[in-house]
């Protein structure tokens, strides 16, 4: 959120006339805002012209209203810069001149900045960063954009050909262009960075082999990497010259190995398991495993289901918590902690926070812990409408069998998988009746996304158990709900995601949080150890509930209560016959179908080479690419190894720069692939389905047409 009284907009452009543009000043002026108008000559002493803050003559034309590209003419000045990461320049220029990568300078209004294909073969990003930021509303902190979540960034999507972003006043402010000293510049391949033939990049195949870094030298690392961000600093704002600049980097250098040597606490073991405690009467036992020099994370006893462990996780959270608020810890230091069934993901800044003092403060955290056996915890019943094996899952399976894996025991049916996967003679009657009779306790959220609950049935015995899919889907319906192991989870946007897939619900995130149970500071619906009861209800029903509940003319259930933890360790006693008979059960038809599951990768992997060596047949038969090394050909190629997920475009079709030509599917991500130039599609080489490698040729534009 923005600071009360400081405008998140600091100038409104106002593309319009008469009593409309003077009202859009008058709120302007009341919110402190700059005003822009645009008027042509016939308007010149119109009052909206006069009581703007600025106004700019478009000429004559009236038509000048519509255009796009003469209206950025009239934006600000602003010093940018341009980086790579992993060593992926792009072809860049500045009114048709090429300008430097690692170096800043001034973009003029009205001035062109392009930037083309990546130079190479080398990484797939580059950073446009601009002095002071893009000015666009802050969301929950960020002004990063999750496209997924359609939050956040410019208007929560991906930027389109003619969006204008704007810019902080500062823009052009309080910096001077200049290149990166040498010294200073990071480096990418050679030494032992650089692989076989003297390549810099990674392929499928390749041997990848890791140096191991002690604790000590990430230290060293990490003290001498912020030495070279405050030189980087000082000489692009002008601070100090680039010697002086350069002279203090080294000093901080050398003064950051020496601190590395020498830590307030000697520095723990550098391996993954690098401190254990063994259990005891009332204490579960706990490892503390090193995640890089940024984590570390804690792990409660033996790994099982067990929700005391995950009690003790939230009492670890909330101790820590108090530590650093109270000064028991250096500011800063510690980050975040992270949650999960029986294991606390610690995220400290190595800098501020030694290893060796982190782990003496988690032992300490542990000595007060209170007894979990007796603890009573504030908890909420959430009473849910769930349509059950319904249109929307059948699409996203549907999809799945057609773009991912045809076949598989989970298919084409996932609750009838479940059925067969849990060995329940009453097959997806007995799933529903299952899924409707528990009460879900919420152990984690955003297991996948968004405040996703990650949820156990309280009653044991109705934990039906499944594997995920393999691979994973590329798309499941926000709302759906899923079972992946013995957790549920409800998926919060439309998104990736391997749970076997049984219904669907209420959208559990609201952006905005403007109405029901959300709020602009927690848009997300459920909290831990709340306990999730779902109601049947059907398609049409579910479709109603949902539009009231985002639009808040629907309300649900909440009920405050508790999850006493004694009680909940009797329960689960007093059914342990019932549940050694269930697991049992369990076991047998799991055992079945993860065979049936062997067999099916197996024929699926013969199916795949079959594919791949008539795909190979079939691009020896093509024409040779060299064809396309023409003026006014341009490739259009594959930015990284993926999956032809759709092709948009034929030979023939007239396309226009930013038009999506294909999609393709990585990661459980789907990409689109833009087009860079207007022109005419020549060639396309991208075959649906298939597997589309880094550097690959996917199709190929004519723009000698477009030119003439």
Not at 276 to 293: I, S
Not at 457 to 483: C, Q, S, W, Y
Request: proline share 7%; glycine share 8%.
């Amino acid at each position: 959120m923005a600071t009360p009284g400081e405008p998140v907009v600091h100038r409104v452009l106002i593309a319009n006339r008469g009593e409309i543009a003077r009202r859009v000043i008058r709120s302007c002026v009341k919110l402190g805002v700059e005003t822009v108008s645009i008027f042509t000559t016939v308007d010149a002493l119109a009052p909206h012209v006069r009581e703007a803050t600025r106004a700019v003559c478009l000429g004559d034309n009236p038509r000048e209203y519509t255009n796009a590209a003469r209206l950025v003419q009239e934006g600000p000045d602003a010093t940018v810069a341009l980086r790579h990461k992993r060593g992926a320049p792009f072809a860049a220029t500045l009114d048709g001149e090429p300008v430097a990568w690692l170096s800043s300078f001034r973009v003029a209004a009205g001035q062109v900045l392009a930037v083309g294909q990546i130079i190479g073969s080398v990484g797939v990003r580059g950073y446009l960063a601009v002095r002071g930021g893009v000015e666009v509303p802050p969301y929950l902190g960020s002004r990063s954009t999750f496209p997924g979540g359609k939050f956040g960034g410019y208007q929560g999507r991906y930027l389109r050909v003619g969006d204008s972003l704007p810019l902080s006043k500062t823009a052009d402010q309080g910096a001077e262009p200049t290149t990166l000293p040498a010294e200073l510049a990071p480096a990418f391949g050679g030494g032992g960075e650089c692989l076989a033939g003297g390549r810099t990049d990674v392929r499928p195949d390749d041997t990848v082999l890791f140096q191991r870094l002690t604790l000590a030298d990430a230290l060293a690392a990490r003290l001498a990497t912020d030495a070279a961000v405050a030189a980087v600093r000082s000489v692009a704002v002008g601070a100090a010259p680039e010697a002086e600049a350069l002279a203090a980097y080294r000093t901080a250098v050398a003064a950051a190995a020496a601190a590395a040597a020498a830590p307030d606490l000697p520095l723990p073991p550098s391996r993954a398991l690098t401190l254990e405690l063994p259990p005891k009467e009332g204490f579960p036992g706990a490892q503390y495993r090193l995640a890089g020099d940024r984590y570390v994370q804690v792990e409660y006893g033996p790994m099982e289901l067990d929700v005391r462990l995950r009690v003790r996780v939230h009492c670890l959270q909330a101790i820590l918590k108090e530590m650093a608020a109270a000064g028991e810890l250096p500011a800063g230091g510690l980050v975040e902690t992270s949650p999960g069934v029986r294991s606390c993901m610690v995220e400290y800044d190595i800098a501020l926070l030694s290893p060796g003092r982190l782990l003496q403060a988690l032992e300490l955290a542990e000595s007060r812990i209170p007894d979990v056996s007796s603890m009573v915890l504030p908890s909420r019943v959430v009473h849910l409408p769930m349509a059950f094996d319904e249109r929307w899952t059948r699409e996203a399976i549907a999809k799945y069998m057609k773009s991912v894996r045809p076949t598989a025991p989970y298919l084409p049916d996932n609750i009838a998988y479940i059925a067969e996967n849990n060995g329940l003679a009453g097959g997806k009657d007995e799933v529903r009746d299952t899924i409707f009779s528990a009460s879900y306790l919420v152990l984690g959220l955003g297991d996948v996304y968004l405040g996703a609950p990650c949820a156990v049935p309280l009653d044991p015995r109705h934990r039906l158990v499944t594997t995920k899919m393999n691979p994973a889907r590329t798309f499941t319906a926000e709302g759906t709900v899923g079972i992946g192991g013995s957790y549920m989870c409800v998926y919060p946007m439309d998104s990736p995601g391997g749970y076997q897939l049984v219904g669907r619900t209420l959208p559990i995130w609201n952006t905005f949080g403007r109405c029901g149970p959300f709020s602009p500071a927690k848009p997300w619906l459920l909290e831990f150890f709340d306990q999730v009861r779902y109601y049947l209800v059907s398609e049409s029903e579910l479709e109603t509930m949902r539009a009231g509940f985002a639009s808040g003319q629907f309300d649900i259930e909440i009920t405050p209560t508790t999850f006493d933890v004694a009680a909940y360790t009797a329960m689960v006693a007093g059914l342990e016959v019932e549940t050694t008979a269930l697991k049992a059960q369990q076991r047998t038809a799991m055992d079945k179908m993860l065979l049936a599951e062997a067999d099916s990768l197996a024929e699926l992997a013969a199916a795949g080479l079959d594919a791949a060596a008539a795909a190979a047949g079939a691009a020896d038969d093509e024409d040779d690419e060299s064809v396309y090394d023409k003026p006014g050909y341009v490739k259009v190629v594959a930015a990284f190894s993926a999956n032809v997920w759709e092709v948009r475009v034929e030979v023939g079709q007239a396309v226009a720069a930013g038009d999506t030509l294909l999609v393709l599917e990585a990661m459980k991500m789907e990409t689109p692939v833009a087009a860079p130039v207007a022109g005419r599609v020549l060639a396309v080489r991208a075959k649906l389905s298939t597997l589309a490698p880094s550097g690959m040729t996917l199709l190929v534009i004519d723009t000698n047409e477009q030119e003439a």
